[in-house]
Every structure is written in structure tokens, then in C-alpha cells.
Nanobody
Framework: VQLQASGGGLVQAGGSLRLSCAAS????????MAWFRQAPGKEREFVAG????????NYADSVKGRFTISRDNAKNTVYLQMNSLKPEDTAVHYC???????????????????WGKGTQVTVSS
């Protein structure tokens, strides 16, 4: 499956952005999905995950209450709504597909089967 993220940009602290991840090549409903991010000089980190149907979601502690992951399998698209953005959210954000899903824990990078190209999110203070 090919994944293409979009929707990144420059926003002031406290603002919002909505990222989209469009899938092609295979049906998105075959995969659990996730968003990761990587800031300069830091390791790629898990942000949010969603099960195949969208019924179960999990989040990194750093984004709980501010970010919402969702999916529309009919449109082969996954979303990440990001509210109350902070400068520390500045990073390249990646969507990812996995054949696994952990209801009580986030993903590690080695759990991911397919990565999309990232989209830059920059939050100014």
C-alpha cells in the first residue's frame, strides 16, 4: 500500500491543523493505522493509532486530549485532527500502516509495515 500524507504547515501556538493520509494500491481497511512524528535530532515517536474499523484508538500521553485520529475506509483516508498545538509539536509527521494493533499500547517503529512520506508541521510560539 502507498501512503501520502498532507495538510501540514505553519501555525501559531494554540492553533489547529488537520492532517490527511490517502492510501492507494490496497484497501485501507486491511490495516490498522497510525501517525508518528520526528523532530530534528530526535527519534521517530508514536503519536496515535486506530484499529481496522476505527472502533479503538490510542494516543501518546503528550497529545491526549488535543489530537484525534479518525479514518474513513470508504475514502481510503486516515486523519489526524490536531488542536491546541504547541511549539513542541513541531516535527515531520508520518502516517503508517500495520497488520497489528495493540488496544492498550502504542506502536513501536518496528511494528509498522508501510510508511508514508511525511508532512512538516511547524508551530510558532
Amino acid at each position: 500500500v502507498q501512503l501520502q500524507a498532507s495538510g501540514g504547515g505553519l501555525v501559531q501556538a494554540g492553533g489547529s491543523l488537520r492532517l490527511s493520509c490517502a492510501a492507494s494500491g490496497r484497501t485501507l481497511s486491511n490495516y490498522a493505522m497510525a501517525w508518528f512524528r520526528q523532530a530534528p535530532g530526535k527519534e521517530r515517536e508514536f503519536v496515535a493509532g486506530i484499529s481496522w474499523s476505527g472502533a479503538v484508538k490510542n494516543y501518546a500521553d503528550s497529545v491526549k486530549g488535543r489530537f484525534t485520529i479518525s479514518r474513513d475506509n470508504a475514502k481510503n483516508t486516515v486523519y489526524l485532527q490536531m488542536n491546541s498545538l504547541k511549539p513542541e509539536d513541531t516535527a515531520v509527521h508520518y502516517c503508517a500502516a500495520s497488520n497489528k494493533f495493540y488496544a492498550d499500547a502504542g506502536y513501536a517503529a518496528y511494528d509498522i509495515d508501510y510508511w508514508g512520506k511525511g508532512t512538516q508541521v511547524t508551530v510558532s510560539s
